[in-house]
């Protein structure tokens, strides 16, 4: 037994070796000879949707090594040392080298991997050659077995486009578009929020976005940027599902906004979109097995032809198999595969590892409801300090919901003070914007990409934000708008205005003046003597605000003021109302 040992220790560390004391005992090995290599196809060509399938398989016989000499003969199975060799070439001259395997399966991301390593062409269909090498050390002679050859097709790295929100961090990926084909035509589903604002960006760092200037035009894209004239991407207004397709040969730009999913067929139902996870979700009952449904929905298009605020009504289908999920154009059928009650999910979301469409058959107890725990909201637009930001930022960081029942949510915001229109913005991971109509101090809805909800008074309010988590995942929201008083008035005391004109070259200084007042009614009075027109026309300003139209009916956007000639005592008047605003009126006597 020590003699047996003592012999496979010597084979594991230096392969056959003749002692040179005369007191050891001499041992043969014979029985090596070359594997027989075979393969179980000759093609590949290699799909990187499938690239944990198994694709090809070689297979080959090992030699049966025969020890002798000494007292003792051993036999030891499966012998000698075993190298798997592939190359582009039929001499080897270069390979790469695979070695301790009795056999060597590959799945189609695996010889993906060995087809980039020898330098293969994507899409291209090359020969590569295989051979076993094999010896008792690496001082011994090296036998081949026969060489084997298949047709390897390799797929191209995934095409991506990156989808950047620009009204977030530089580098924020919201999406993925994904260009199966590699032919710089990319496609994707995108949970999007109103007006949303982005750039593309390619595997190869290009980044797409439109002319600027007077070149602009929805829809039309383009790598031509410079820092004078640079836009970003925008699709349109109504938050929820698009199907985004990006034509970078074409630089054209469109997007399908799918307003409502249903199931039609053997079962019925209306599916509800999730904007964080990219996928619709509703329940479905089939009373048989391998019943149809149909899935389908409403939609507009939008792109360089219909422009952004009146896309095209059309219809949008998907079709499916085994799991998988396509965009059709027309109805198509899949199949449920076995009785039951289920939600069906269609989860659109690509991913740098999946870049398919899928859907399933869920059981069980799913809950559809949301959690806003973590959520925040704030108001965002109007006129009055940090409500000028449409967007999240740390000065505008919102107001945390607060969970008042079982799925119920609330949100308070309190001295308010509103004049134009406004909204809400729900932080992550909503994301929604709010608005509704004009409202006094009554409860009402809001809707996502609703329209910018107004006071039709104007004043200090306190909002009060309901959201309702539904069973089917949808949230209702709602408001309450308390006027609690009025907008502080404003302070012209020390605001000088001026009347500009051909017979001061438009001056917005030569003859400015501080006002008196302000009276009880909260007007302040500029007075201007001896004005000499002299077919001149004129305006009133503060050097920001120009105010003109005629005489007794002033406005920002009204024009030259004109007076018969003569010389006048002017005086404007500009008064500081009840809601914040400025409202301005003048008088002209001649002299």
Known sequence: MKKLKYILSVFAIAGLMSACEDDLEHYTVSGLTP???????????????KISEKVLTLTWNSSTLAVGGGAEALTIPKGGNLTLQVSKTEDFANYEAVEGVEKAEFTH???????????????????????IA???????????????????????????????????????????????????????????KSWLNFTSVDNKGIAYGT?????????????????????????????????????NVAMEMSYTYISALTVSGDAEADLTFDRESVSWMGSITTTADNQEIIISGDATLYNSTTGADAGEKTNFYFGGTDGTLSVESAESKIIVPTAGTYVLKLDLKYTTTKRVWTYEFLTGDIDLHKDLSNTSILVVG??????????????TPGVKFTKTADYEYEAKFTGVGLTQGFGFRTTAPISDFLGSSAFTTVSD???????????????????????VCNDDGTITYSLTAEKTGDLPRADL???????????????????????????????????????????TNFKFTDGSTWLGG???????????????????????????????????SATATLL
Not at 35 to 49: G, H, R
């Open 35 to 49: 594997s027989e290599l075979s393969v179980d196809v000759t093609t590949a060509v290699l799909d990187i949707d």
């Open 109 to 131: 991301g695996q010889l993906q991997t060995l087809a980039n390593k020898l330098g293969l062409e994507p899409k291209i269909a090359t020969t590569i050659y295989f051979r």
């Open 134 to 192: 094999s010896n008792l050390s690496t001082n011994s002679e090296t036998l081949y077995s026969n060489i084997v050859k298949v047709s390897v097709t390799p797929y191209p790295a995934p095409a991506y486009l990156y989808l950047f929100d620009q009204d977030k961090t530089s580098g924020d990926t919201i999406a993925l578009l994904f260009s199966k084909e590699d032919n710089n035509i990319y496609n994707g589903f995108v949970g999007a």
């Open 211 to 247: 002319s600027g200037k007077n070149e602009w035009k929805f829809g039309k894209i383009t790598t031509d940027w410079d820092d004078e004239k640079k836009l970003h991407l925008w699709s349109p207004e109504p938050a929820g599902c698009y199907y985004f397709l990006e034509d």
């Open 382 to 395: 109007g006129d009055m300090g940090w409500y000028d930001n449409w967007e999240p930022s740390e000065e």
């Open 445 to 467: 809805n809001l809707d996502v990409s609703g329209s910018n909800p107004a006071a039709t008074v104007a004043g200090v309010y306190t909002l009060t934000v309901k959201a």
């Open 493 to 535: 005391s020390n605001v000088k205005f001026a009347i500009a004109g051909g017979f001061n070259n438009w001056s917005t200084t030569a003859n400015a003046v501080s006002p008196t007042g302000p009276d009880e009614n909260f007007v302040y009075t500029y007075t201007f003597s001896d004005i000499a027109i002299d077919n």
């Open 550 to 584: 005629t005489i007794d009916n002033l406005s920002t956007d009204g024009g030259n003021i004109s007076l018969p000639n003569g010389t006048y005592d002017i005086v404007f008047k500009a008064t500081a109302n009840a809601d914040g605003t400025v409202s301005y």
